[in-house]
């Protein structure tokens, strides 16, 4: 296992305006490069996920083996790991500008094929986000991505889903201490309820019927909502908010090529691809990944079939659901 690392870009020019000053990546990599330059795996970080979240995913005799592949986990601005509003010397809380995804990997070129001297990636994905953050590069760089496997995430924010984060924005942002970003103390009960609305769509309705949290080592519903409370009370509400602008801007439309057309950025996609929804995702919907999967060249849709709603995309949480995902990587990698 090697350190996690941070690369310094300087200050980073934005898609909408202004600079990211001092920007840095935090990553972290397994395995070598090999001599053709061309075996790297790159997996990317997604909402309240660091490097550290794909850990499950890695290991000997498993679908990404060190062995074989060089594994690089890129973390997202915002996340708390790469500059970030609760992080930033320059920009620190509300005076962190708006960065975008295209913002994200315009800076991840400048490590994997500038610094590190990848010459084409083997393989793109993530979860959720990072499904977001792969799907822009297989259409910003056609020629450098072989493979693409997009787990419970699109390559737009489509309008249901930007609905639901205004929601649970709104839910943090109606707490008295926000003072609009101007809070003097962290915005605990708007963080809870932040935490408390988010964790209606995480999950199916089957899930809450039948009382699947127990899975999870709950005794109740109350303490699975309890859980996401205090969980999103541990996060900078800034480093919240700013993932949430990257989400919402989100479309691979939009990158210069493309001139805002999602369907042309689609068609330019060359690398294989697995599209691979949850039926019962409440925001990253089956059928609009269906819509993005038939405009691709070489995309095959294989949803994942589960109770456990957009969550069953993450890696290592549930086993039958990681095994479909393992399985999808290794029938793309070969």
């Known amino acids: 296992m090697n350190q996690h690392e941070i690369h310094y870009l300087g200050d980073l020019d934005l898609q909408h305006g202004g600079v990211l000053e001092q920007a840095a990546i935090g990553w972290q990599s397994f395995g070598e490069l090999n001599v053709a330059r061309d075996n790297a795996v790159v997996l990317f970080s997604y909402y309240t996920g660091t490097h550290q979240s794909y850990y499950p995913l890695i290991g000997e005799g498993r679908a990404l083996d060190p062995a074989r592949w060089y594994i ?13 509003p609760d992080n930033s010397l320059n920009q620190p809380g509300s005076r962190y500008p708006q960065v975008t995804l295209i913002d994200n990997i315009n800076a991840q070129y400048q490590l994997l094929i500038t ?4 010459k084409k990636i083997a393989l793109v994905s993530g979860w959720s986000m990072g499904a977001m953050q792969a799907w822009h590069w297989a259409a910003a760089w056609p020629e450098r991505v072989r493979n693409l496997l997009a787990i419970c995430g699109s390559a737009r924010c489509w309008p249901l889903n930007y609905v639901f ?4 924005k709104a839910a943090l942002q109606a707490d008295p201490l926000w003072q609009n970003g101007q809070y003097t103390q962290p915005p605990l009960q708007g963080l809870a309820a932040f935490g408390r609305c988010y964790a209606g769509w995480a999950y199916s309705a089957q899930f809450y019927r039948e009382q699947l949290w127990r899975r999870l080592g709950f005794d109740s519903q109350q303490a699975l909502l309890d859980e996401w409370c205090a969980d999103h009370q541990s996060w900078d509400a800034h480093n919240l908010l700013a993932m949430l602008y990257s989400w919402q801007q989100a479309n691979i439309g939009d990158l210069p090529c493309y001139q805002g057309n999602l ?3 689609l068609e330019a996609i060359t690398a294989r ?17 269906k819509l993005e999967c ?4 070489n995309g095959e849709f294989r949803p994942i079939i589960s109770p456990f709603g957009h969550c069953a995309g993450a890696p290592g949480r549930f086993a039958e659901e990681t095994a479909q995902i393992e399985q999808a990587i290794r029938d793309l990698l070969g």
């Open 273 to 289: 691809t697995i599209v691979m929804p949850c039926d019962t995702d409440s925001y990253f919907t089956l059928e609009e990944g």
């Open 72 to 84: 690089v986990l890129i973390n997202m601005f915002g996340n708390g790991v790469s500059t970030s």
């Open 294 to 297: 038939e405009r691709l060249k």
């Open 165 to 168: 984060l205004e929601g649970v």
């Open 263 to 265: 369907h042309a950025a």
């Open 115 to 118: 610094t590190l001297g990848i």
